[in-house]
Nanobody, 127 residues
Framework: QVQLVESGGGLVQAGGSLRLSCVAS????????MGWFRQAPGKEREFVCG????????SYADSVKGRFTISRDNAKNTVYLQMNSLKPEDTAVYYC????????????????????WGQGTQVTVSS
């Protein structure tokens, strides 16, 4: 497992942008598929987007497609979530997740497929 630490959350007005970062410990980050999930109050945690080990293959939930972008810098052990055109319904705690994938191109979308999680960062979008 890797240790994951998110940052970059905050309060933003609708239509605004935020960029979340997730830094991983260890020297095997490039072997990990990474994902972002979110959990709004009273709702289940849901998949937002994911990336294969290289960042060349990505997948997005329909609700964020065209507005959010996942990217990664393996040299910095960091995965990013650029969020544009934010909506009040994007308000949630955002979690970074990792899964050891040994350079697989499969993008994981299910919570149970990930074995490392960050502590979460709050994103609040005001109307």
């Amino acid at each position: 497992q890797v240790q994951l630490v998110e940052s970059g959350g905050g309060l933003v007005q609708a239509g605004g942008s935020l960029r979340l970062s997730c830094v991983a410990s260890g020297r095997t980050f490039s072997r990990y598929a990474m994902g972002w999930f979110r959990q709004a109050p009273g709702k289940e945690r849901e998949f937002v987007c994911g990336s294969n080990w290289s960042g060349h293959i990505t997948s997005y939930a329909d609700s964020v497609k065209g507005r959010f972008t996942i990217s990664r810098d393996n040299a910095k052990n960091t995965v990013y979530l650029q969020m544009n055109s934010l909506k009040p319904e994007d308000t949630a705690v955002y979690y970074c997740a990792g899964a050891l994938s040994y350079y697989s191109d499969y993008v994981r979308k299910i919570i149970g497929e990930y074995d490392s999680w960050g502590q979460g960062t709050q994103v609040t979008v005001s109307s």
